[in-house]
T-cell receptor
Framework: QKEVEQNSGPLSVPEGAIASLNCTYS??????FFWYRQYSGKSPELIMS????GDKEDGRFTAQLNKASQYVSLLIRDSQPSDSATYLC?????????????FGKGTKLSVKP | DAMVIQNPRYQVTQFGKPVTLSCSQT?????MYWYQQKSSQAPKLLFH???????NEADTPDNFQSRRPNTSFCFLDIRSPGLGDAAMYLC???????????????FGPGTRLTVT
C-alpha cells in the first residue's frame, strides 16, 4: 500500500513566524511532489510543485525535497492569519494511464494574530 | 481564464434518487479525476479517465459511475445515493508527463452533495 503521511496537527504558530509542514512517502519511484492549500469548505488549491532534490522558493513558500529520505516539506515564512488552512501533500505514483496522485490526510495550520 | 468548472455547486437529493454531477475543463488536459471528500479527510479517488481509458479504484462502490463524452466534459453518476454518500465531490484535471507521470492536478470548486 503506497502511502503519504502527514502530521494532522493542528499546528499553531504566531503571526510572522515560520510554519514548517512535513510529509513522508513510501513509493521510492515517485518523481513529482505537490503541496495544496485547502480552506474549510473549499477545494484544494495548488501552492507548490517540486520535482528535484533541494529547495524551491516561491514568495513566502519554500518546498524542500529529499528523495533519499523520502521526505518533502513546506516552509511558510512570515505566516499570516490568512494562511490558516489545511495543507495537503500529494505524491505521484505510476505513469501513463496508471499514473495518479496519492494525498496525505493534511496538516491543519492555525496562524494566531 | 483556463479553468475547471463544476455544476451544480450544491446538490440536494433524496435517498435512492439518482443524481448526476458535471465537470468541464478548458485546460485541454487529457486526464480527469473524480474525488470524494468528507469532512476532515483527504480526498478519496473514485476513478479517473486517461484520455478515454476509464480507471476505476478497487474500492469504489458500484453505485458510482462515470462518463466522459469528450475531452472537456466528465460526469459522475450516483445511481442510488445513500446517506453515507453525502460529501464534497471534487473534479480535477492533469496532463501526463511522459516518463514522469501525472502533472499537478487542478481542482474545480466542488459540488457539495446532501442526501435527505
Amino acid at each position: 500500500q503506497k502511502e503519504v503521511e502527514q502530521n494532522s496537527g493542528p499546528l499553531s504558530v504566531p503571526e510572522g513566524a515560520i510554519a514548517s509542514l512535513n510529509c513522508t512517502y513510501s513509493d521510492r519511484g515517485s518523481q513529482s511532489f505537490f503541496w495544496y492549500r485547502q480552506y474549510s469548505g473549499k477545494s484544494p488549491e495548488l501552492i507548490m510543485s517540486i520535482y528535484s532534490n533541494g529547495d524551491k522558493e516561491d514568495g513566502r513558500f519554500t518546498a524542500q525535497l529529499n528523495k533519499a529520505s523520502q521526505y518533502v516539506s513546506l516552509l511558510i515564512r512570515d505566516s499570516q492569519p490568512s494562511d490558516s488552512a489545511t495543507y495537503l501533500c500529494a505524491v505521484n505514483i505510476g505513469e501513463g494511464s496508471q499514473g495518479n496522485l496519492i494525498f496525505g490526510k493534511g496538516t491543519k495550520l492555525s496562524v494566531k494574530p | 481564464d483556463a479553468m475547471v468548472i463544476q455544476n451544480p455547486r450544491y446538490q440536494v437529493t433524496q435517498f435512492g434518487k439518482p443524481v448526476t454531477l458535471s465537470c468541464s475543463q478548458t485546460l485541454n488536459h487529457n486526464v480527469m479525476y473524480w474525488y470524494q471528500q468528507k469532512s476532515s479527510q483527504a480526498p478519496k479517488l473514485l476513478f479517473h479517465y486517461y484520455d478515454k481509458d476509464f480507471n476505476n479504484e478497487a474500492d469504489t462502490p458500484d453505485n458510482f459511475q462515470s462518463r466522459r463524452p469528450n475531452t472537456s466534459f466528465c460526469f459522475l453518476d450516483i445511481r442510488s445515493p445513500g446517506l453515507g454518500d453525502a460529501a464534497m465531490y471534487l473534479c480535477a484535471t492533469s496532463r501526463d508527463l511522459p516518463g514522469v507521470g501525472p502533472s499537478e492536478q487542478y481542482f474545480g470548486p466542488g459540488t457539495r452533495l446532501t442526501v435527505t
